[in-house]
């Protein structure tokens, strides 16, 4: 929806992982290593995953972990990267 709404594009081979909670935190889902490790399979390269939630990800994936759904915005939409 921030992509939409920004009109700015999500870096290719991108997906986020995780659970928005009501006050904007990203909480960790379950299973998370096995939905990295099928992503990277699938061919993605870049995941943003909660907090915690990099720990023995594919060497394939480059992995951000981020607290908050505004943390996780301004990585993927700051104008300056």
Known sequence: MASAAL?????NRFLA???????SEVRPVTGLQRLLQEAARLGFTHALV??????????SLTVREVGSLPEAM?????SSS
């Open 50 to 59: 909660p907090r915690g939630g990099g720990e023995n990800a594919p060497e």
């Open 17 to 23: 992982l995780g659970e928005v909670g009501l006050v």
């Open 74 to 78: 301004n990585l993927l939409f700051d």
């Open 7 to 11: 009109e700015r594009s999500l870096p």
